[in-house]
């Protein structure tokens, strides 16, 4: 790269750059420096550019890849842990069915007959649309797929019902159904990538990912509907506005399903019917999307392009491969255990009781959430639930589960990739999610937390 070219790279990605060699220099300069500072030093580098965004995430994973790999920090099984791991076969899976569904139509189709249903009252249409985005969580595994899918749908939807930019319920419909998809979606396991990551790493550390029923039944009573419940009424409150315009109650009936729009609505409630018996017949959320995912990608399903791969986005995948290898290489050289003492000399966990504990778990993810965004949460702190679970007397899963209390816990848009890439799409101000995610985690704070911690105790896991 000449020097010229360097002139004109943002200061930034020149930072970057100068840890990247920094790093490598360090590496390949010292080789028999301590197999923990060594860890130490890629696992630092990777989180802090994971958090900045001074590169794109799936360039930081093949940094991680390549430093680790060039320099012998660890073996291969573990550096590439990824991409055995559950994890990131979901995250694929889930590219797949949102490329079908966007191939079919069956996302238009979808739009054009809850247009109608929507359109007697502005309150009905921000609940309509919550309700739909946190729907689709439940057939779409990835938070990316849903949100790129739903951008163009709500933005249509907001024209049709008569809010043009600069209203209130433009803001109010577009942003409510991205929110939607979101916030309480945290609940479900498959339908964000931190919940993935989580799998993967407590796959990892503590020898099986969590079953999704299980999952559901912890978070989602609390976590999620009365989270969406609570979104809703935040919506209108922060952009209220008139009813929609009566000619949109008079939109045409929509098309009936085509063929291939039928066969995939068939196979995403076969592929929901699954995920939710999983306690009982055993198979992994990943491999029941996999079975969904070829498929739709076998020659003449009709489902996807002549040359399906070509249109999947592989950066999510590369980049959740990275994060959960980050987990497992901080389990395995020791890292995960001496951040563990630090932490625990820091945290009252074995003097306090269990609210308090409960409180300053979940409290520790929401505020490591702000340093690596949310997917680097449970790769930091899963590894160190044995050590948690030692001090506080909890299990190992329910230390790991109140993870998701804290990261569910949204504070601002950069720590949530889908929700900016929406934003950015739809036209929306940065400042106007802000606003409803730092409202949204104020009666998080003071309201779910407290009656989280009720149902954990009604469900005895604590």
């Known amino acids: 790269m000449s020097a010229v070219m360097l002139t004109r790279l943002p200061v930034r990605t020149l930072v970057a750059l100068a840890g990247l060699l920094g790093v490598a220099g360090f590496l390949l300069a010292w080789p028999s420096a301590a197999p923990l500072l060594r860890a130490a030093s890629v696992v630092v580098l990777s989180i802090a550019l994971w958090a900045t965004g001074w590169l794109p995430q799936w360039l930081t994973a093949l940094a991680f890849f390549t430093l680790c790999t060039v320099a012998g920090v660890a073996d291969a099984d573990t550096v590439f842990a990824g991409f055995s791991s559950a994890a990131t076969w979901l995250v694929f899976s889930g590219l797949v069915i949102g490329a079908a569904i966007q191939h079919t139509g069956l996302g238009g189709n979808l739009a054009s007959r809850v247009g109608p249903l929507l359109a007697p009252s502005y309150r009905l249409a921000v609940g309509g649309v ?21 951008a163009p749908i709500l933005v249509t939807l907001a024209d049709h019902l008569g809010y043009a930019k600069g209203r209130r319920g433009r ?42 029923s ?34 949109a109650r008079q939109a045409g009936a929509s098309s009936p399903l085509n063929g291939a729009q039928r066969r995939l609505a068939w196979l995403l409630a076969a592929a929901v019917l699954l995920w939710l018996s999983d306690a009982w017949h055993g198979v992994s959320p990943a491999w029941i999307g996999m079975a969904i995912a070829l498929v739709c990608l076998f020659p003449g399903s009709g489902l996807m392009k ?23 290489l901080a389990h395995a050289s020791g890292l995960g255990a001496r951040i563990a003492h630090v932490l625990l000399e820091a945290l009252p966990l074995g ?4 609210a308090a504990t409960f409180g300053l778990l979940s409290g520790l993810a929401t505020a490591l959430g702000t340093l690596v965004t949310l997917p680097g949460v449970p790769a930091v702190l899963t590894p160190l639930a044995p050590e948690m679970a030692t001090i506080t007397g909890w299990s190992p899963e329910a230390i790991t589960m109140s993870q998701v209390v804290g990261f569910s816990t949204v504070l601002l848009p950069y720590q949530a990739p889908p929700l900016v890439v929406g934003l950015i799409s739809t036209g929306l101000r940065l400042r106007d999610a802000m606003r409803v995610l730092l409202i949204m985690a104020a009666l998080s704070l003071g309201l779910l937390w407290p009656l989280d911690y009720l149902w954990w105790q009604w469900l005895d896991w604590i």
């Open 171 to 212: 803001t109010g419909v577009i942003l409510g159904g991205m929110m939607g998809t979101y916030l309480p979606t945290f609940a479900i396991l498959p339908a964000n990538v931190p919940n993935n990551v989580l799998m993967g790493a407590a796959e990892t550390v503590l020898g099986e990912p969590p079953s999704y």
């Open 351 to 354: 003097t306090t009781g269990d």
């Open 306 to 328: 002549d040359r399906p791969l070509q249109s999947l986005n592989f950066e999510s995948l590369i980049y959740v491969a990275g994060i959960v290898s980050l987990g497992a």
């Open 130 to 150: 919550v309700t739909l985005g946190l729907t689709m969580a439940f057939v779409m595994p990835s938070a990316m797929g849903r949100i790129v899918l739903m």
């Open 214 to 247: 299980a999952y559901l039944l912890l978070h989602f009573p609390v976590l999620g509907l009365l989270k969406a419940i609570i979104l809703v009424w935040v919506m209108l409150r922060l952009y209220p506005d008139s009813d929609p315009r009566p000619e």
